[in-house]
Structures are given as C-alpha cells and as structure tokens.
C-alpha cells in the first residue's frame, strides 16, 4: 500500500457552528485532482467531526503523519484550509509543525489566504506558501514543483531556494520579499476536474443529523458544490 505524501486538514472551529456539520470538500476535490491527474496519494484529516479536535491531539495527528510518510520515503506535504475564525489555530499548527520538521512544506488556502495572502506570509513564518483562488490546478503544480526539487537536490534541502515564480495563485517568499504571482484564471468548465474524494473522508453518518420536521426524523445529510462564483458584482462583498 501506498504511503500518502500530502496530508489536507481541515481545522477544528471552536468559534462558530459553521464547518461542523458536512464534510469538507473543497479540501476533498485537491485530493481527487492529485490521485487522479499525478497518481498521488492523500489523507484528508476533518477536525471538526464529533465537534472540534483538541488541539495537541490534532498536532499528534499531523506529526504522526509525516513520521509515517518519511519513513516510507515520502516528502510531505501539509495543506491546511483556513477560513478567518481558524487562522490562528492553522498558523499554531504550521508553528508545531515546522518546530520538528522543518523540511516539511506547509500551504494554506481557502477564504482567508485568498484575500489576506500577504499578511499570513508576515505573521506566520511557518507558512512556506498561501494558494489563491481556486486550488485544484495550483495545488497540482506546486506538489510537481515539490517532487522535482526533492529529485533534483544533492545537499540539505532548504525550502527557500525553491523558486514558486511560475505558477498562478502563489504568494510565497523570495528571501526576505512576499512574492504575490498572478491570479490564476477561474476554471470555465468544471467538468474537467473529477468530483470529490469522499472515500478519503469519514463517512456521513459520523457527521451529525438533520431533523427532518416534516417526516418527524432525524436524516443523513451531505452536501455538493454545483457551481462556483457569482454572477453578481455587489461592492460589498470579497468573494467575485
């Protein structure tokens, strides 16, 4: 069996209600687009199931993923979806992270380091890389980017001297400089991208039930994404 080398999290949020109830899958189409279009394996880690994770026992999760991928031979990749309410405990986790192994590469993305990409590479220097935007084709290259420079290197490897300039959506460092690259254009057909891994996420009955109050009974829910964006330009909103 296969040993993942890309570990995606989705990180508990003790704030709100918002992230409890459904499986994460933004987090599950990077994982799909990965096995299906760079056979490369993942493990999707939800936080949230059963109520949010303690910390230290997310940070136990983590460290004994990347032992694992390590000892098989594997270059991990941690990716952490963040949206505001779960910032600090994503930039704890990197810190947690990086304390031990500081050769692992560790990407944030969703809502917040779309939008606040270059104040997450000031405030948390565990954080190698924000993606922006959509992430299937970002997340693709940047694990082949990853891959090439592990294959390439003859001396310790420092993640540093890995040069993110060609690819859309990245802000990342270069030395001292926060490098924002263009914006990667939205996808136009979502046809192209293969529908999420649920198989790598826990099944629905261990997320919580709805109350069905029409036919008196508690149900299974799951969720689905059927388009992206918005066809409207409201001036208020970050989202278009």
Same mark, same amino acid.
């Given at each position: 069996?296969?040993?993942?080398? #890309? ?16 499986? @994460?899958?933004?987090? &599950? ?10 056979? %490369? ?24 993923? %990347?032992? $694992?991928?390590? $000892? ?8 952490? =979806?963040?949206?505001?309410? #779960?910032? =600090?405990?994503?930039?704890?986790? &990197? ?30 220097? !565990? ?8 992430? /299937?084709?970002?997340?693709? /290259?940047?694990?082949? #980017? ?8 003859? %001396? =310790? ?19 001292? /400089?926060?490098?924002?690259? @263009? ?30 109050? #029409? ?7 799951? !969720? ?15 989202? %278009?």
């Amino acid at each position: 069996m296969t040993v993942p080398e #890309v570990l995606f999290i989705s990180p508990p949020d003790t704030d709100t209600r918002e992230f409890r109830g459904a499986q @994460p899958l933004g987090i &599950a189409y990077l994982a799909a687009v990965l096995r299906q279009k760079a056979s %490369i394996t993942s493990e999707l880690l939800d936080a949230n199931v059963g109520g949010p994770m303690p910390f230290d026992v997310l940070v136990g999760r983590v460290l004994t993923f %990347i032992a $694992a991928s390590k $000892a098989a031979g594997g270059h991990p990749v941690v990716g952490i =979806s963040a949206v505001t309410q #779960v910032i =600090s405990s994503a930039g704890a986790l &990197a810190d947690r992270i990086k304390a031990d192994h500081p050769d692992v590469l560790v990407v944030l993305g969703g809502y917040h380091p779309t939008f606040a990409h270059q104040e997450i590479l000031q405030d948390f220097k !565990s954080v190698d890389l924000c993606v922006r935007g959509e992430g /299937e084709q970002t997340i693709l /290259e940047i694990v082949q #980017v990853w891959r090439d420079y592990w294959s390439s290197i003859r %001396i =310790s490897p420092r993640i540093s001297d890995i040069d993110w300039g060609q690819i859309f959506g990245v802000t990342w460092r270069r030395g001292d /400089e926060i490098v924002a690259n @263009p914006s990667r254009p939205n996808l136009t057909n979502l046809d192209t991208i293969p529908f999420p891994a649920r198989d790598l996420l826990p099944p629905l009955d261990a997320y919580a039930s709805y109350a069905d109050t #029409v036919a008196g009974k508690m149900r299974l829910k799951a !969720s689905i994404i059927s388009s992206r964006g918005c066809p409207f330009h409201c001036n208020f909103c970050s989202i %278009i």
